[in-house]
């Protein structure tokens, strides 16, 4: 371990409030048989964590392997803040070496906002162009984090009026059981909305139906009253 995350630890450890602790591990459900069991908060809030990553960006993979690594969710999620920002400074070679990195070390990336502030900006960003197929894969895994993955890296294809990967991935996952699926697609779904409304809505006539109702809540939920009252009668 070196100095520098030696010191990093240290103001993470000093920088933290328990009443924010006590907090964050009721809102990233981390008790027993709960989606984040076990994962331990120091207290910091975002803007706090993204200050520390831009001082600390100069920290080496290895060190960053360590966080990604970590018990403590602010390393986590610190490690891949300064990973989404050296991927948007870097040239092809250092981009594809995080975009890589990335993959590797997956595991330490299972939580909602972990996946949600990063997968978009490094795993979004480099398949733009690029084949898409690792993103199916991902979306018919068993692990939760690699579906959430697969969809949330789709908000940049849709960011450049790219809708037919989310979409097809929202097809894949309509009979996913469970409930951060169903919010992650249907808030997909609604981006694609702000964009092509008519998109997102020929692709609703056809499954709002069998969707769960909690992904179409979230799918129609900048919709006028009388329309989100009609999907959600099924009277479309």
């Given at each position: 371990?070196?100095?520098?995350?030696?010191?990093?630890?240290?103001?993470?450890?000093?920088?933290?409030?328990?009443?924010?602790?006590?907090?964050?591990?009721w809102?990233?459900?981390?008790?027993?048989?709960?989606?984040?069991?076990?994962d331990?908060?120091?207290?910091?809030?975002?803007?706090?964590?993204?200050?520390?990553?831009?001082?600390?960006?100069?920290?080496?993979?290895?060190?960053?392997?360590?966080?990604?690594?970590?018990?403590?969710?602010?390393e986590?999620?610190i490690?891949?803040?300064i990973l989404v920002?050296?991927?948007?400074k870097?040239?092809?070679?250092?981009?594809?070496?995080?975009?890589?990195?990335?993959?590797?070390n997956?595991i330490?990336?299972?939580?909602?906002?972990l996946?949600?502030?990063?997968?978009?900006?490094?795993?979004?960003?480099?398949?733009?162009?690029?084949?898409?197929?690792?993103?199916?894969?991902?979306?018919?895994?068993?692990?939760l984090?690699?579906?959430?993955?697969?969809?949330?890296?789709?908000?940049e294809?849709?960011?450049?009026?790219?809708?037919?990967?989310t979409?097809?991935?929202?097809?894949?996952?309509?009979?996913?059981?469970?409930?951060?699926i169903?919010?992650?697609v249907?808030?997909?779904?609604?981006?694609?909305?702000?964009?092509?409304l008519q998109?997102?809505?020929?692709?609703?006539?056809?499954?709002y139906?069998?969707?769960?109702?909690?992904?179409?809540?979230y799918?129609?939920?900048k919709?006028?009253?009388?329309?989100?009252?009609?999907?959600?009668?099924?009277?479309?």
């Amino acid at each position: 371990m070196s100095v520098r995350l030696t010191e990093l630890r240290k103001k993470i450890k000093t920088s933290g409030s328990p009443e924010v602790s006590k907090t964050m591990q009721w809102f990233f459900k981390t008790g027993k048989g709960e989606y984040g069991e076990g994962d331990i908060f120091a207290g910091l809030k975002v803007p706090t964590q993204r200050k520390l990553a831009r001082e600390f960006s100069d920290l080496s993979l290895s060190d960053i392997k360590i966080l990604l690594n970590s018990t403590v969710h602010e390393e986590r999620l610190i490690s891949l803040f300064i990973l989404v920002d050296g991927y948007a400074k870097g040239d092809e070679k250092e981009k594809e070496a995080i975009f890589s990195y990335y993959l590797k070390n997956r595991i330490g990336i299972n939580n909602w906002d972990l996946v949600d502030l990063s997968a978009p900006k490094i795993i979004g960003k480099h398949l733009l162009n690029k084949d898409k197929s690792l993103l199916f894969k991902f979306a018919l895994s068993k692990n939760l984090w690699e579906r959430r993955i697969a969809v949330l890296s789709t908000f940049e294809f849709i960011r450049n009026n790219d809708f037919k990967t989310t979409l097809k991935i929202a097809e894949l996952l309509l009979e996913d059981e469970h409930d951060l699926i169903h919010k992650a697609v249907g808030w997909m779904l609604r981006e694609v909305g702000k964009r092509d409304l008519q998109t997102e809505e020929k692709f609703l006539k056809i499954h709002y139906k069998k969707m769960p109702r909690t992904m179409l809540r979230y799918a129609i939920e900048k919709f006028s009253e009388t329309k989100r009252k009609k999907y959600l009668q099924g009277k479309i």
